[in-house]
């Protein structure tokens, strides 16, 4: 893609300048294409002028290395945009970052830490209730706390998970959820039980699947967006370039 400079002196321009950086970079997130959201998110952190300008693209930088499982770069940015949300101390930020805390912990091995923060966020949410969100943060405090032998606070911390996506018709979600309760009851060698949940996890699977098959008759609609997302990105790239001349 063209490279461009960007240049505003306002701070309000500069904001809406970082904004749309972070917003083309979650379009291409959505895409699957992580280089050039990796790129424009740290454009949005580079021409941020408020803690919120630099901490939603933090945030998105801790999850792309969440999705690529690089646990180094995904506890730097996750650390970062905790340190900004603690300094604004606003509960939904906090409930968001610490969740990304976890996940660090968790797959950094720092299990009683990752609890901390998994319980945090959590108890955050519960300010703010957001379903969808707080499956997140009760699939990884669980799997944390079944890896610290508190068995039962996992299994009850999966279920909630479970019941939130239940609630919510998410079936990625409800997927997720049997998995991790399968892993949950497999670390106590509860064997019959991991069997139920993970076919359970089977079932949804299918589901998805069935789903899946369907969207692909609507093959040509999908590639239709795909190119106007593309537009929309060539769109704001030329408006921003209108803005340094």
Not at 109 to 131: D, R, T, V
Request: charged residues 30%; positive net charge; contains cysteine.
């Amino acid at each position: 893609s063209a490279e461009f400079n960007i240049r505003a002196t306002d701070p309000n321009s500069q904001s809406r300048l970082s904004g749309s950086y972070n917003s083309i970079g979650l379009v291409y997130y959505r895409m699957g294409d992580y280089p050039n959201a990796i790129k424009y998110y740290h454009k949005a952190i580079k021409n941020g002028v408020t803690e919120v300008d630099k901490s939603v693209p933090l945030g998105n930088l801790a999850e792309v290395f969440l999705e690529l499982n690089k646990v180094d770069s995904l506890n730097f940015y996750a650390e970062k945009c905790h340190a900004l949300e603690e300094k604004m101390n606003d509960a939904r930020g906090l409930a968001y970052s610490q969740w990304l805390r976890a996940e660090a912990l968790y797959k950094a091995g720092n299990y009683k830490q990752a609890e901390a923060a998994g319980l945090k966020s959590i108890e955050f949410y519960k300010k703010y209730p957001e379903k969808l969100l707080m499956i997140r943060s009760y699939s990884v405090l669980a799997k944390t706390q079944a890896k610290i032998g508190k068995q039962k606070m996992a299994e009850e911390n999966m279920k909630r998970g479970q019941t939130f996506a239940k609630e919510i018709g998410n079936l990625d979600q409800i997927s997720l959820t049997h998995r991790a309760m399968a892993e949950i009851y497999e670390e106590s060698k509860q064997h019959q039980l991991a069997l139920a949940s993970f076919k359970s996890f089977m079932t949804a699977q299918d589901s998805l699947e069935r789903k899946s098959n369907n969207e692909l008759l609507q093959e040509l609609s999908v590639k239709y967006e795909t190119a106007q997302k593309r537009e929309k990105i060539a769109a704001q790239k030329v408006e921003l370039t209108q803005k340094e001349n």
